[in-house]
Structures are given as C-alpha cells and as structure tokens.
C-alpha cells in the first residue's frame, strides 16, 4: 500500500541531496483535475537554470515521497504557484499523510484550486484503510471545511489496474459532484502511459457501470497531453468512446472539444508567448459563443505576466465579447513589474475603458 502515497521521480535527474533528501528543480507542475491526484513536478531544470526562470523547488526523501514544493520566481519567493500560494508542506502518519500551505513570507496560508472553487483550505489531511484514501479539508483555525463546491469529504478506493474511483460528499454524507462543470458523482479517474491525467469516467454510483450523465449529456472527460505534460485540452466522450456534444441541460453546453493552440518559447519546459483557445462541436465544426466570440487568443511579456486577452471571431478578427464588454484588454505594468492598470479596446482598436 506505501505505493498509493508515494511519488517516484521518473524525469531528469536529482540536482542536489542533503543526506536522505533530494532536491530537484522543475519549470512547472502537471495539471490534476482531483485533489485525489498528487501534485506532479514536471520540467526538470538545473540549479543553474532556476536562477533565470520560474520554477518549484522540489524536496523529495529517500522512498520517493513529496516533502515539500516551493515557488519562485527565478530567485524570488513567490505565491504565484499552481495552487495559488508559495508552498506546501508534506508530512507522514502510519496511516496517512497532510499536505498544508504557505504563503512567501512563511505564514500559513489557503490554497486554491478550481475543484474546490474557494480558497478556504489550508490542511489537505489524507487517511488510508486499505484501499481507500479519504480527505478532510480543513481550514487556518484548524476546523473542518468544506469548499465553494460544497464537499465536505473525498475518497479514493484504490485497486483497479486502470486508475482509482472517486467520490465526493456532502457534510450530511450526500454524495456530491466533483464540480458543475463535470457533474460526476462517481467517477474513474485514470492516467495515461506518461503518468499525466487522462480520463474522467462517469460511473453509476451502484453498480460502477460506465454511463452517460443525463444532464450533462456524456459519459467521459478526455484529456490531452503531450510528452511533455503540457495540456492541450479536452473533448468529452458517450459510453462508447466517441466525441458528443454537451447536453442543452449542461453547464456551458453545446461543444464537445477544447482546443490549445501554443505559442511555444520551450514546449519542453511548457514555456510559452501565448495561444489561442478554440471550442469545436462533436463534428469537428467551430463552436462560436452566442454565435459571436469563435475564439480568445492570450498573449504574456517576457517577464510571464499577462499582456493581453483578445476576443476572436471566426477570421481570426478581433470582436466584441458579449459577456466582457471588450473586444482587447492590455494589462500594464510599472517599472518594478507591479499591475498598474489595463484598457480594453473596440474591435476597431479604439479605447473603450481604462482601469486604474
């Protein structure tokens, strides 16, 4: 069972060690969909290298175990991590182990993350019984929480060849959905043969039979990664394993793929300029959002800061967003790189708003 915990380095090599402890330096993390799946350092780079680049400072011990992931950037420490604070720190029971969070100055901190959808977590508390691995959530006053998604309790049960099944709970014990934009109440959750999220698998909650959700309209998230665990995106998928649509009764209905189109600076490293966010129907057709906005495009400086969002329509043009209002924002930044404003602009380019 000390596999279940543990997480061996598979890529590059260890930079330093101090006794029974390595430490490794890494560009960036893995995405995971499930607090279920443990944080996965990617990107290897050298002490040498993390002097120019942003990077996690990754401390190992000797059975492959996390101990702790730092954030910075370049020699500065930072809260800008993937999950939204500088640090987490890993200690070990007989039968579990804790994940807690720090900010950059090394008081404790919150944690975010999209499958808790708040930002009240400070204490990952993980309980194994044999095959199954529970999660209590709690927060910086020590008591337990639940998150903006409502879930009180996560389990894994371990044991399938393919991956692990995942629940959610309630605090009155009702099965709850891992979040409304994928609505699964059970679910198999699997890694592809690089060790990189792969599927999302609805399952009945009885039985454990793949089925279609009946308001979402599918029965599978797909991922896609590449070698190098840069996502790309996803599409959803029926029982059978073919692309389908979002049901009407989905949240955010009407497509079935997710598309990333990188401006690559080192796809190795997954540093990128920029790309463009594409959504496409199960026939390979362009979705455009309330038939206007067919596409985003993300542009960042070369100190990673965000530099602009543009709103796209079928030519590639700029067009007025529905939702936002705005057709371009530019962010600015002082010399000392702090935010300082943005204007958003018309599709025609002319100043609409200044945000100070």
């Known amino acids: 069972m000390r596999s279940l915990i543990a997480v061996f380095f598979l890529f590059g090599v260890v930079t330093q060690q101090a006794g029974a ?72 029971r007989p039968d579990g182990w804790s994940r807690r969070y720090f900010n950059a100055a090394g008081s404790p901190a919150t944690m975010w993350r999209h499958y808790y959808q708040s930002n009240n977590v400070h204490h990952e508390k993980y309980t194994r019984n044999g095959d199954v ?29 393919e991956g692990f099944v995942q629940r959610q709970y309630l605090a009155d014990g009702t099965p709850n959905v891992i979040f409304s934009y994928l609505p699964f109440k059970t679910s198999l959750i699997t890694k592809n043969q690089n060790g990189f999220l792969h599927r999302i698998i609805n399952l009945d909650n009885e039985t454990l039979v793949v089925k279609t959700h009946a308001d979402a309209g599918f029965a599978e998230m797909r991922l896609n990664f590449d070698h190098w665990g840069n996502e790309l995106g996803w599409d ?35 540093l990128f300029t920029g790309f463009t966010e594409r959504l496409y129907r199960a026939d390979n ?15 960042r400086d070369k100190e990673w800061r965000l530099k602009s969002v543009e709103y796209l329509d079928r030519n590639d043009k700029p067009v007025m967003d529905p939702t936002s209002g705005y057709a371009t924002r530019v962010y600015h930044y002082s010399d000392k790189g702090e935010a300082i404003g943005s204007t958003s602009y018309d599709p025609n380019g002319t100043p609409i708003a200044k945000n100070n």
């Open 21 to 92: 402890e390595q430490l490794t330096y890494h560009a960036n993390l893995a995405g995971v969909i499930s607090p279920m799946l443990e944080y996965n350092p990617r990107a290897t780079i050298s002490a040498d290298e993390a002097q120019s680049l942003n990077h996690y400072r990754v401390m190992w011990d000797d059975d492959g175990r996390l101990l702790n992931i730092a954030y910075f950037e370049k020699d500065t420490a930072s809260d800008g991590a993937y999950y939204s604070t500088h640090e987490v720190r890993y200690t070990y």
């Open 133 to 161: 691995i529970s999660l209590e959530l709690h927060g910086l006053d020590g008591t337990r929480v639940e998150v903006g998604t409502g879930s009180y309790l996560f389990t894994a049960t371990h044991g399938r060849a």
């Open 236 to 270: 959803f998928r029926d029982t059978s394993g073919e692309l389908v649509n979002r049901a009407p009764t989905a949240e955010d209905p009407g497509y079935s793929q997710w598309r990333y189109y990188m401006t690559w600076k080192n796809r190795e490293l997954g």
């Open 285 to 299: 057709s362009l979705f455009c959002i309330d038939e206007v906005r067919c596409g985003m495009r993300i542009a």
